[in-house]
Each structure stands twice: as structure tokens, then as C-alpha cells.
């Protein structure tokens, strides 16, 4: 994957202007952290990146072609979605098993029976929830449900991954096996990953740069260890 490169974006609501960039560039392989307050504009900004709004204007630059947000189509969308991972804060399963949920991404991209099951099997390792493969998944806890959620996207191997306040509900324990697998796909797999976060520490013990939002602009942008770093 290439760059990923925001440009003269407004996003509005009624004639409100929630989110105003210039431009903004995700380096290919990078881990960001997207840090801010409530209502700054963190979750629009990876909204538009997934091509789920309609903005105004912009253009962004992803996976290497142009897309005029605009003027979007969904014939146009649709495939660079596809390549994208995303997991919210909640996770929504459906009504089916945890193996099931897993696999529904590979059924839509046509692999064989073979190759999901071996990729459902590997994706629910990574997580350790291989062991709840048949259970059905809206019976799983918060933190289960978020891993599954997880291996869900992983499964797809998505060359970007965005991530909004994905821990916001989990436990120290979710919490630790989640960073350790956005981690391990981060080195093993050099996915750019985008992560909205209100936890700090864990932007610090996790991104390599961080990114400030505030009113709809990014108003600081640091490598991490400088963005901590208050003199
Ligand atoms: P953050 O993720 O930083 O908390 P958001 O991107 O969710 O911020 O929201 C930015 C602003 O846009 C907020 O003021 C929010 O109330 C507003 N907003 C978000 N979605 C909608 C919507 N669908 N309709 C109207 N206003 C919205
Ligand atoms: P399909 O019938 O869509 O080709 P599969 O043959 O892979 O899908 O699986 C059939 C069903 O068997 C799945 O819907 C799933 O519920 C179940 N299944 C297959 N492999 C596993 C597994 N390793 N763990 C749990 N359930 C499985």
C-alpha cells in the first residue's frame, strides 16, 4: 500500500464545519495515534478515510488512485473499502457462531472452504479465542466480543487498519492480548494502522507518531516520544 494523503477536506453537518484539513499524510507501515476531545472530529476524520461520508470536498489519496470524496461512487468505493479493517468501539456480532462472524469477510471475497477455514483457524489464535471457534457470538463478553470483532477484520488482511477507541471498553487483560495482536500484525504484516485513542499511555506505548485534534484541525503532530515530551 501507498501513502495515505487527505486533502482540502471539509467535512459539515447542517452548516456546521466539523472537521477542516488541508492536508494531512499516513506514511505507509506507520502506527498513528489519533488523540483529542470528545467532539474534536477524530472519529469524522477516520470516517472519511473509510469512504463512509460525503464530505464537501476532498480528495484522498489510497491504495495508490484518487478519489474525488465528493463525488464518490459506491462502484468505486466498494473495492478500497474492501482492503480497509475497521473496529469501533463496540462490537456488533451477528447472530451466528464465533467461527461464522470470523468467516463471513473471506465468503464475500470468494476463497475456497479450505483456505477459510485455515485463516479463520489462524485468526482466532492470534486472538486466543480458538477455543470459543463454535459458541455463538452475541452470547461472548465485551472484551471476547471486541478480540472476535478483531480477528473478524485481521482475517481479510486489510492493508490499512483503523481503529476507533478500540479498548475504550475492555479490561486490563482484553486490553493487553488486543495491543499485542495490532502490534504483532503491525511488525509481521507492516499494516499502517490509524487509532483513535483517549487512553494516553497507550498512544504513547503504541504509535510512533501521534497526531492532536482539536476543533477539526490536527493542531500538533509529533513523532510520540516528542509529543510526550513536555519540557
Ligand atoms: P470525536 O471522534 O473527536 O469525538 P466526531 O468526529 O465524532 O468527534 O464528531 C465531530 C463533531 O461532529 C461533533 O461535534 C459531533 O457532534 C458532530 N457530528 C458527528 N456526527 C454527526 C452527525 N451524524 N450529525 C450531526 N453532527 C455530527
Ligand atoms: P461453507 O459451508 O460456507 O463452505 P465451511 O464448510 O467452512 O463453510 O463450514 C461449514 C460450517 O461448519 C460453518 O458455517 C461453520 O459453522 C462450521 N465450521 C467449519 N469449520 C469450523 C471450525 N473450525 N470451528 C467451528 N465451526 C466450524
Redesign the pocket.
Known amino acids: 500500500m501507498n501513502r495515505v494523503e487527505v486533502r482540502n477536506l471539509e467535512v459539515t453537518?447542517?452548516n456546521?464545519t466539523?472537521?477542516a484539513l488541508d492536508r494531512v499524510v499516513f506514511e505507509r507501515g506507520g502506527f498513528y495515534g489519533i488523540v483529542?476531545?470528545?467532539?474534536?472530529?477524530?472519529?469524522?476524520?477516520l470516517?472519511v478515510i473509510n469512504l463512509l461520508e460525503k464530505p464537501v470536498s476532498g480528495q484522498l489519496h489510497l491504495f495508490g488512485e484518487e478519489v474525488d470524496l465528493s463525488t464518490l461512487s459506491y462502484a468505486k468505493g466498494m473495492p478500497l473499502q474492501r482492503q480497509m479493517g475497521f473496529v469501533a468501539q463496540k462490537p456488533s456480532m451477528f447472530q451466528a457462531s464465533v467461527y461464522d462472524n470470523v468467516a463471513l469477510g473471506l465468503r464475500y471475497r470468494k476463497r475456497n472452504r479450505v483456505q477459510i477455514q485455515a485463516l479463520v483457524q489462524e485468526a482466532l489464535d492470534l486472538v486466543e479465542l480458538s477455543h470459543l471457534s463454535d459458541q455463538r457470538a452475541h452470547t461472548l463478553s465485551g472484551g471476547e466480543a471486541q478480540r472476535v470483532a478483531l480477528a473478524r477484520t485481521l482475517v481479510c488482511e486489510p492493508s490499512l487498519l483503523l481503529l476507533?477507541e478500540p479498548t475504550a471498553s475492555l479490561d486490563p487483560y482484553n486490553i493487553s492480548i488486543f495491543e499485542r495482536v495490532i502490534q504483532t500484525i503491525h511488525r509481521q504484516k507492516h499494516t499502517t494502522i490509524l487509532m483513535?485513542t483517549h487512553n494516553l499511555p497507550q498512544a504513547r506505548r503504541l504509535a510512533q507518531t501521534c497526531l492532536f485534534?482539536n476543533n477539526?484541525r490536527i493542531v500538533e503532530r509529533a513523532d510520540t516520544e516528542a509529543f510526550f515530551h513536555h519540557p
Do not use: M, Q, W
Open positions: 453537518y447542517g456546521r466539523v472537521l483529542g476531545p470528545s467532539g474534536a472530529g477524530k472519529s469524522t476524520l470516517r476507533d483513535i485534534v477539526g
